[in-house]
């Protein structure tokens, strides 16, 4: 199982940014894909952006543009830049660490993010 550790949300206005992070520990050897994912009360989670373990990344087209996100895989770490910030981003934002060897999905405990008019 791998642990995933967030921080970096809270509230910001319209326009501003943020910059989420993620530390993975626990069994990260065959993590082969790694993303966050977004949640409001009422609706499914949702991915926001997704990076393998080669680097290649992969953008909701809500955030494309504004939204980088990056993988340090010496350091098990995960971040989320948000720029431009809209109010339509408000939610909380969850760490994703897909583990290829069993295969299974870990899950951070989520970081809320609001973004006010």
């Known amino acids: 199982q791998v642990q995933l550790v967030e921080s970096g949300g809270g509230l910001v206005q319209a326009g501003g940014s943020l910059r989420l992070s993620c530390v993975a520990s626990?069994?990260?050897?065959?993590?082969?894909?790694m993303g966050w994912y977004r949640q409001v009360p009422g609706k499914q989670r949702e991915s926001v952006a997704l990076v393998t373990s080669s680097d290649r990344k992969d953008y909701d087209d809500s955030v494309k543009g504004r939204f980088t996100i990056s993988r340090d895989n010496a350091e098990n770490s995960l971040y989320l830049q948000m720029n431009s910030l809209k109010p339509e981003d408000t939610a909380v934002y969850y760490c994703?660490?897909?583990?290829?060897?069993?295969?299974?999905?870990?899950w951070g405990q989520g970081t809320q993010v609001t973004v006010s008019s």
């Open positions: 994703m660490a897909a583990d290829t060897s069993v295969p299974s999905v870990s």
């Open positions: 626990g069994s990260i050897k065959n993590i082969g894909l």
